[in-house]
C-alpha cells in the first residue's frame, strides 16, 4: 500500500505541472493596450474526491526510505473554491499592472467544479503569462514536495504594442526540454521504481475530460497576423487535451528520449515532436504580430 501511494503521488505532480485540472486563459486586447485576463478552472468530481482521501495522508515521501519528500495533498482543498483575497493576490502572478476584477463560483458544462476569475490591465505591455501565472496554492502544492516554479526556466509570455500592431513574444521553445519535463521529478519515479512512460500511461486515465489552453482575444478585430492558429478575433497560443497527449506514442518517445539524454533534444526536435502529438496545438513562432484595424 505504501509503494502505491509513493508512485500514485509521483503521477499527480508530474500532471499538475502540466495542468490537472481544465483551464483556459484569454487575454483579451484592445487596440489602445487595455483589456483584461480571463481564467477558467474546473476540476474532475473524481480527482476531487481523490484529493480529499489523500489530503488526510498530508504530505507523502517519495521513495521509501531515500528521505525524497512528497506533495502535501492537503494544500489542494480549498483549489476549487477560492477565497476573494487569494485571487487578489493572485494577480501579481500575471504582472505588476494586473488587480483582480470579479470571480464566480460555478460548475461548467460537464458538471466539473470550479470557478472564473477577471483580472484587468490598462497596459497589455505589463502582462506576462509563465509558470507562476496560476494560483497559489498550486505553487504552494508543488513547492510542498521540494519543487520551485522557476519563472524564468519553463518560459514566459510578454506583450509588445506599437502603432496598431499587438507582438506577442514567447521563449517557451527557448527553454528547450527543461521547460516540458522536469529532471527531479523524472528521478521522484525512477525511486518509486516506475518508467516515465509507465507513470504517464498510468495518469492518463486520471486525465480524461483534462484541458487546458491560453488564447489572445484581439477585440477590436484582426487585420493581418503571422500566427498559425487563429479562430475568428482570438489566437490560439497553445491548447492541450491531456489525457489524448499522455496516450500518444510520439509523446511516449519524447519523454523517453527527455529522461534518456535531455540534452540531445534541440528545439527544432521539439518542434518536429510537437508537430506529430495527438491532442495538441502549439503557437512555435517565437514572435506573433497582430495588426489591428
Known sequence: MKHCLQ???AILLLASTSSCIRSNTIIQVKKDGAGSILVRYHFSPQMLAMVEQLGALGSISLGGNSGVQGPNFALL?????????SLETDAANYGSGVRYLRHEDGADDGGWPG????YAFDDVRT???DQKSVPGGAQKFVE???QNLDAKKAGELTFGLESGVLTIHSTFLAAGVD???DQGQLAGLNQAGMEPVEAMQMASGMMEGMRVGVFVKVLDGISETNASHVNGNTII??????AQVLKDPDFAALLNKAAADPASIGTDGLLEAFGKIEGLTFETAPIVRVKMP
Open 7 to 9: 508512485v500514485l503521488s
Open 77 to 85: 482543498g480549498s483549489l476549487a473554491k477560492p477565497t476573494r483575497e
Open 115 to 118: 470557478y472564473t476569475v477577471e
Open 127 to 129: 502582462v506576462r503569462v
Open 144 to 146: 510542498s514536495s521540494g
Open 179 to 181: 521547460g516540458i519535463v
Open 237 to 242: 497560443l497553445s491548447e492541450v487535451d491531456i
